[in-house]
């Protein structure tokens, strides 16, 4: 069905704010003592299988589970570029996806190191995470600051999830001012995962994207980012040291604390095109309140 709400017309798949079974409305009681009726997200397991081998269960929103098991996969490096993917079966009953490939593989030994990173909900990364980066340098792309500025105006004001009922987050993928594809979940790690796994199967071009997340700038989501060849990550959010020092190796613009006028650019700063006087952009204004369920 075509999105014809102004909001939503530049995307190629947009937050689905008000999808059947993302949330749910929950009775409380507020601070004055009276009953309020919000809406809260929904979270449910979803296990993923490569070929008869299970690899993980995450909690996810359940939205895009052919997405987000193929862009885990894909981001952990358990399936490369070169692997011919043969079918994904999704069964909502046992909330279960299987990815199958034209080879089956054997990752025993990565599971035995598997490890809880530092992100939201059920964030899972191997002993080996770094495997596969070696000798990766991203493509030059410049960017220019006039684009980054309608990219973070656009993204905030579209109608989302979170708006609806927070506790989640958002990743876009974006072609200069352009948002293209926006995806949430209660991970940040799923909302990339499902832009990776949209991307692999609709054979997206990647060097020429930027990539925005609300969520944190780590060494997971930087990671993620170079897996995927996007030469530019952008963040409404902070940094942490070691995602900077993974940024500037693989050749990566990282850009944080991306808000109204502000943003501090921490790797990657020579592909900047200055084209836009911070003074005469429209400072952000404040969250607009979320929604009260009817």
């Known amino acids: 069905m075509p999105i014809l709400d102004e909001a939503h017309h530049d995307y190629l798949i947009a937050p689905n704010a008000e999808g059947v079974g993302l949330t749910r409305a929950v009775q409380g009681i507020a601070q004055d003592g009276t009953q309020q009726r919000i809406n809260v997200v929904e979270e449910r397991p ?5 070929n008869r081998q299970e690899i993980v269960t ?9 997405y987000l098991a193929l862009g885990f996969l894909r981001n952990q490096g358990m399936l490369s570029p070169d692997d011919v993917v043969t079918g ?3 069964d909502e009953e046992l909330s279960v996806v299987v990815v199958r490939t034209e080879i089956e593989t054997n990752h025993e030994e990565k599971l ?8 939201c909900a059920v964030g899972t990364v191997f002993g080996d995470m770094m495997e596969g980066l070696e000798g990766v340098r991203l493509p030059d792309c410049t960017v220019r600051t006039s684009d980054l500025y309608a990219l973070s105006a656009k993204i905030n004001r579209t109608p989302s999830l979170y708006l609806t009922a927070g506790a989640i987050h958002g990743t876009v993928l974006c072609q200069g001012a352009r948002p293209l594809v926006y995806m949430e979940d209660v991970g940040r790690h799923n909302a990339v ?10 054979g997206a071009q990647a060097s020429d994207k930027t990539l925005y997340t609300t969520g944190r700038l780590t060494s997971e989501m930087v990671i993620k980012t170079a897996m995927m060849g996007i030469p530019v990550l952008a963040s409404r959010s902070g940094f942490t040291a070691w995602g900077v020092e993974i940024a500037r190796q693989v050749n990566l613009t990282l850009i944080g604390r991306m808000r109204g006028q502000r943003f501090i650019c921490l790797s990657g ?10 003074a005469a952009v429209q400072d952000e204004p404040k969250r607009a309140g979320r929604k009260a369920a009817r």
Do not use: F, H, N, V
């Open 46 to 50: 979803l296990t993923i299988y490569l």
């Open 58 to 66: 995450a909690m996810t929103i359940g939205d895009y589970p052919d």
């Open 88 to 90: 994904i079966d999704y």
């Open 112 to 119: 035995q190191k598997k490890t809880r990173t530092s992100g």
């Open 193 to 202: 995962d499902k832009i990776a796994g949209w991307m692999a199967l609709d």
């Open 269 to 278: 700063a020579e592909r900047l095109i200055w084209d836009a006087d911070p």
